[in-house]
Nanobody
């Protein structure tokens, strides 16, 4: 059974950094496309960053140059390093993967950036 268990996040300061982690069970993060989404207040869930099985990464324009998606294949963990935080980064963040057409989501992590 596929499970994505998130950790990290919390309260950060504008200009500071936070890191999110997503520990995967029942799948190999190194072999699957993985992604981070976020849901900002009064908004829909949006794609923040993704990484393919061959480590090709993509980023939303709003986080490009600030956020970095990586994975540790040995630990089977997906990360999102969030640098130069902005207040508009505040929201709930979710890790995601899709296997044979079925989406799987982490439980969500709240990120709050104070200015």
């Amino acid at each position: 059974q596929v499970q994505l268990v998130q950790s990290g996040g919390g309260l950060g300061q504008a200009g500071g950094w936070l890191r999110l982690a997503c520990a995967a069970r029942g799948l190999d993060v190194g072999a699957n496309a993985m992604a981070w989404y976020r849901q900002l207040p009064q908004s829909h869930r949006e794609l923040v960053a993704s990484i393919t099985g061959v480590a090709t990464t993509t980023y939303a324009d709003s986080v490009k140059g600030r956020f970095i998606i990586t994975r540790d294949n040995n630990k089977n963990v997906l990360y999102l390093q969030m640098n130069n935080l902005k207040s508009e980064d505040s929201g709930f963040y979710y890790c995601n993967t899709e296997i044979q057409g079925t989406p799987y989501w982490g439980q969500g992590t709240q990120v709050t950036v104070s200015s």
